[in-house]
């Protein structure tokens, strides 16, 4: 049957997240936009050792005459494009068709107790494929990410650095991500 293929990621989302400037830079090329290269160091900021964007940034500095109005009518509709881009990225990066689904957490996810659980159907397909990131990690076995296949049965709990390079195949069109965390974590360790 047919094989559709799918990648889990776990970062940013669309109301709180960052990509990186490169990958932004990427994102305003394709609009079309041409900013001057202090726009572009006005906008990034460190993270992790690595220059990135935050979309509270791009809202901060949103106008009728902004460089990055190329991107959309709004800073909502911008950072959709700009996530858009990032997606594409890493569907790229490791090898995935167009079209692929990816779901993702905010990153790093908050060190609070929460959960959070997203599903993904891609009609008539006979199976799934979930690829994970290499840079999947959770703080402990406390902060678990769950696959289950669409009549909930759980086919992988993943926790820590372990287990994140093995795919997993989810037979029929349905799979379900579930993310639960107690909380504890260190910053660098909760992506």
Not at 14 to 30: K, Y
Not at 60 to 74: D, R
Not at 163 to 169: D, H, I, L, P, Q
């Amino acid at each position: 049957g047919d094989r559709v293929e799918g990648q889990v990621w776990t970062p940013t989302s669309t109301s709180q997240g960052l990509v990186a400037e490169e990958t932004f830079r990427q994102a305003v090329a394709a609009a079309g936009g041409h900013p001057a290269e202090e726009e572009y160091r006005a906008l990034a900021v460190e993270v992790g050792g690595q220059q990135a964007v935050l979309r509270t940034s791009l809202e901060g500095v949103w106008t009728a005459g902004s460089p990055w109005i190329c991107l959309g009518g709004s800073p909502a509709e911008a950072w959709t494009r700009v996530i858009a881009a990032a997606q594409g990225e890493v569907c790229s990066k490791h090898g995935l068709p167009i079209g692929a689904q990816v779901v993702q957490t905010p990153h790093p996810y908050e060190t609070r107790r929460h959960s959070w659980t997203e599903q993904v159907c891609i009609k008539g397909a006979s199976q799934l494929l979930v690829v994970f990131s290499t840079d999947c990690v959770t703080y402990d076995a406390y902060a678990q990410v769950t696959v289950s296949d669409g009549n909930a049965q759980v086919l992988k709990q993943l926790s820590g650095t372990d287990g994140w390079a093995e795919s997993v195949t989810v037979d029929g069109d349905t799979a379900s991500f579930t993310f639960v965390t107690d909380g504890d974590g260190d910053p660098d360790k909760r992506w």
